[in-house]
């Protein structure tokens, strides 16, 4: 599967942004889907993801109660809502496709995901 994610930009805090992430070549719908960050001179970590039916969505607890994860099946697409940014919101934000089923806990290792996208940079001025 290929992976294009878009709509990142410049916000001021307390702003807002929809990232999305565009799925081809691959049965989207049997993906979980991820999005990671990675900020200037740090690793990258785990946001959010979804699971393959959409029921089931997890979280960070630093972007809990700001950002929601979603997925249409029919677009092939994966989105990430962010509101209530924080210039600590500040990365490159890359969407991942894992192909195997995963428990909860493996949910946020970068390690269990296949694919991934080419990110997009968002950031927070203060």
């Known amino acids: 599967v290929q992976l294009q994610a878009s709509g990142g930009g410049l916000v001021q805090a307390g702003g807002s942004l929809r990232l999305s992430c565009a799925a081809s070549?691959?049965?989207?719908?049997?993906?979980?889907m991820g999005w990671f960050r990675q900020a200037p001179g740090k690793e990258r970590e785990f946001v959010m993801a979804?699971?393959?039916?959409?029921?089931?969505?997890y979280y960070a607890d630093s972007v809990k109660g700001r950002f929601t994860i979603s997925r249409d099946n029919a677009k092939n697409t994966v989105y990430l809502q962010m509101n209530s940014l924080k210039p600590e919101d500040t990365a490159v934000y890359y969407c991942?496709?894992?192909?195997?089923?995963?428990?909860?806990?493996?949910?946020?290792?970068?390690?269990?995901?296949?694919?991934w996208g080419q990110g997009t940079l968002v950031t927070v001025s203060s």
């Open positions: 991942a496709a894992a192909s195997q089923s995963l428990i909860v806990s493996s949910l946020a290792y970068d390690s269990k995901y296949d694919y």
């Open positions: 070549r691959g049965t989207f719908s049997s993906y979980t």
């Open positions: 979804i699971k393959r039916g959409g029921g089931s969505t």
